[in-house]
């Protein structure tokens, strides 16, 4: 009986310390699994963050956007107001017989920016003729009906030339006034040249002072 009993002592010792063994390296693998699930959920919580983090800007970049869209819808509103404006002026005014069929296709119209003088003329507006072949009908047509007129009040119509050519236009001036004192019909034609009419004659100039020698020669010496 004793001997069974130590036996059976022996057999309980032996199978707790193989319990306890198995126990210690059981807990030395599960440590680095524990480890680096801590880690994960670390790592998980800053990507949450992050993720709040782009939320909460997205947000914000939608609503600048949408502050943004709608200041553009105002000003695109505000632009062709003007534009559907302008364009049915000039149809009003240079439609008709052999006229502008329809409202011409404009890019943009808009006032200059310099401010009018006190009692001057009113400021202009600056258009922008998507075609081509609608500019030069719209120029012609101006040119042809001489006084344009809209609701009574008169209008010109000109090109927006570039400054150096603008230069070289305004070089005509002081001849211009000298042919219209005399009642001379004159115009002046793209790019800089002036046209003269007198006597059934017919004269193209391309510099003030061609067209100064042939008043000379009209009308005598220019003072």
Known sequence: MDTLQAFHDIVKEVIKEEADSLREEIKRSIDPITTVLDECKVKIREHEDELNNQDARLLEMETRYAALSSKYDKLQEKQSNPTRFIAGLLHEVLGGPNGLEKPPTLDRAHR????????????????????????????????????????????????????????????????????????VRYRLFYPAKLQVSFNGETKMFDSPTAAKDFYSSKFGDVE
């Open 112 to 183: 200059a920016v310099c401010k009018p003088t006190e009692g001057g003329r009113p400021r202009p507006f600056i258009i922008c003729v998507h075609y081509y072949h609608e500019k030069e009908q719209i120029q012609r047509l101006a040119r042809e009906k001489g006084r344009l007129e809209y609701r009574g009040k008169q209008i010109f119509i000109f090109p927006d030339y570039s400054a150096d050519l603008n230069k070289r236009c305004a070089a005509f001036n002081e001849v211009k006034k000298m042919f219209r004192e005399k009642g």
